[in-house]
Nanobody, 124 residues
Framework: QVQLVESGGGSVQAGGSLRLSCQAF????????VAWFRQAPGKEREGVAA?????GSTYYADSVKGRFTISKDSTLYLQMNSLKPEDTAMYYC????????????????????WGQGTQVTVSS
């Protein structure tokens, strides 16, 4: 049984930083693509960043390029810098069971396992 558990969310002022973590049980991060998604109130869930199997090439949404960094070892991370109020959302980690590259890596439908989410609130 695969379980993903996020942590690290919280409240921060604009310009601040947070680091999200996602621990996996029953799943190995090196095997397939894993990603972070977010969902703001009243909006659809959107892909934020993905990291591919093996060597760890990454893919980012335009809205977070240069500010967010996804990485992994035995834990999946999302380092978020220069946070903006529009980054406020529930953040979810997701894990796939297929090989994904490019734009597909930020599509919800490509991911089988999901965490419960961690809230990030950025105040102006």
């Amino acid at each position: 049984q695969v379980q993903l558990v996020e942590s690290g969310g919280g409240s921060v002022q604009a310009g601040g930083s947070l680091r999200l973590s996602c621990q996996a049980f029953g799943y190995t991060y090196s095997d397939y693509c894993v990603a972070w998604f977010r969902q703001a109130p009243g909006k659809e869930r959107e892909g934020v960043a993905a990291i591919y199997a093996g060597g760890g090439s990454t893919y980012y949404a335009d809205s977070v390029k240069g500010r967010f960094t996804i990485s992994k070892d035995s834990t999946l991370y999302l380092q978020m810098n220069s946070l903006k109020p529009e980054d406020t959302a529930m953040y979810y980690c997701a894990a796939s069971v297929v090989f994904i590259y490019g734009g597909r890596s930020l599509r919800q439908s490509e991911y089988k396992y999901w965490g419960q989410g961690t809230q990030v609130t950025v105040s102006s």
